[in-house]
C-alpha cells in the first residue's frame, strides 16, 4: 500500500487531493499534515515529533525534524535529578548527629592531661613560693 501511494504521490497526481484532504483525517489517526513551503510536514499526533516529506529524485521520502525543545526537556530532567541527589545529601549532612559524636579524648588521654594539670599547678605554686622567699631575703622588688 505504501508503495503504491508513494508511486501516487511521485507522479503528483493524489498530492494535491490528499493534501486538501489532509486537515479533514480522523482523530484517530496517527499522523497529520500540513503544507509547507512547497513540501508537507508530516506531525505525529501521539509523540509530536515532525517530519519534513518533500520530493526527492523523483520519490517521496519524509526526514525527521531535530527537535531542539527534546534535547532541553532531557537536559532538565537530569540536572532536576542531580538537584534532588544534592538535596538530599545536603539535609543528610546537615541533620543532627544525636549521640554519635565521637569523644576528642579518650579515659587514657583524659587521665593524661588531668596529671599535667596537676603537675603545672604544682610547679607554678612551687615557682610562687620560690619568688615569695626571694623577696622576703632581700627586702626589695625581684
Not at 505504501?2 to 486537515?23: Q, V, W
Not at 503544507?35 to 518533500?54: E, F, M, N, Q, W
Not at 599547678?121 to 615569695?132: A, Q
Amino acid at each position: 500500500m505504501r508503495a503504491i501511494l508513494a508511486t501516487l504521490f511521485a507522479s503528483g497526481t493524489l498530492l494535491s487531493a490528499f493534501a486538501a484532504s489532509a486537515e479533514n483525517l480522523p482523530a484517530d489517526d496517527g499522523y497529520s499534515l500540513q503544507p509547507a513551503v512547497g513540501d508537507y510536514l508530516k506531525i505525529d499526533r501521539r509523540t509530536g515529533d515532525v517530519s519534513l516529506c518533500a520530493t526527492r529524485g523523483g520519490a517521496w521520502s519524509c526526514e525527521l525534524i531535530a527537535d531542539d525543545r527534546k534535547a532541553y526537556e532531557e537536559r532538565i530532567d537530569e540536572l532536576e535529578a542531580e538537584n534532588d541527589r544534592l538535596s538530599k545529601r545536603i539535609a543528610a549532612l546537615e541533620a543532627p548527629a544525636g549521640d554519635s559524636r565521637v569523644p576528642l579524648l579518650d579515659e587514657d588521654d583524659e587521665r593524661r592531661l588531668h596529671e599535667f594539670f596537676d603537675l603545672s599547678d604544682r610547679m607554678f605554686r612551687h615557682f610562687f613560693d620560690l619568688v615569695e622567699q626571694l623577696r622576703g631575703r632581700e627586702g626589695g622588688p625581684i
